[in-house]
């Protein structure tokens, strides 16, 4: 049984660049949910996406972006990258929005 | 104030004992109490998950919520070496058709031999 999987698992950019990070969801979930987590802090709600739209976000700025597609799958979108985005984003699937995430590895964001 | 407070620790006991760690939370529309373990560099792995007041035991786990009190804790006996990471406790929220996690900031663990 194949669990949530993000990719890439690192990334280095530089501020001002764009960044797209891509996660799948675990078999048969088809609710996704993005968390941003800074060092030595819990992880931060970004938003999630059911159905291909997006249901709830958190208190993030409009740079932040993302898209589920078809098969379940989510981007998340960062642009115009800041020093303080720099940080560990979480991806966690779900069945519905009504039931516990279960979440990937994370993929690392260092933005120079 | 945070919606939930934990405290970050460092904890530090020796193996065999039993370990409490503890939230508070001020959001009584909370409806889902989750507590997750997550080693260094990792993410979050799904522990213990209860929805009612009372106890939930699971192997060496006890989850405890006191909704009244807005506490909720998470017991480990016989602590083991490889209990050492970070526990997260997780309070959901349904609201405007979604489902948000909201996070205490984690207490760091080591179980020492």
């Known amino acids: 049984d194949a669990g949530v999987t993000q990719s890439p698992t690192h990334l280095i950019k530089t501020r001002g660049q764009q960044v797209t990070l891509r996660c799948s969801p675990k078999?048969?979930?088809?609710?996704v949910s993005w968390y941003q987590q800074a060092l030595g802090q819990g992880p931060q709600f970004i938003f999630q996406?059911?159905?291909?739209?997006?249901?709830q976000r958190g208190n993030f700025p409009d740079r932040f972006s993302g898209h589920q597609f078809p098969n379940y799958s989510s981007e998340l979108n960062v642009n115009a990258l800041l020093l303080g985005d720099s940080a560990l984003y979480l991806c966690a699937s779900t069945v519905g929005v009504g039931d516990t995430q279960y979440f990937g590895p994370g993929t690392r964001l260092t933005v120079l | 104030q945070k919606e939930v407070e934990q405290d970050p620790g460092p904890l530090s006991v020796p193996e065999g004992a039993i370990v409490s760690l503890n939230c508070t939370y001020s959001?009584?529309?909370?409806?889902?109490f989750m507590w997750y373990r997550q080693y260094s560099r990792k993410g979050p792995e799904l522990l213990m998950y209860t929805y009612s007041s009372g106890n939930k035991e699971d192997g060496r786990f006890t989850a405890q919520v006191d909704k009244s009190s807005k506490y909720i804790s998470l017991f480990i006996r016989d602590s083991q070496p490889s209990d050492s990471a970070t526990y997260l406790c997780?309070?959901?929220?349904?609201?405007?058709?979604?489902?948000?996690?909201?996070f205490g900031t984690g207490t760091q663990l080591k179980v020492e031999l």
């Open positions: 078999s048969g979930h088809d609710t």
């Open positions: 997780a309070m959901s929220l349904f609201t405007g058709g979604g489902n948000k996690l909201t």
């Open positions: 959001n009584s529309a909370f409806q889902y």
């Open positions: 996406y059911y159905e291909e739209e997006e249901r």
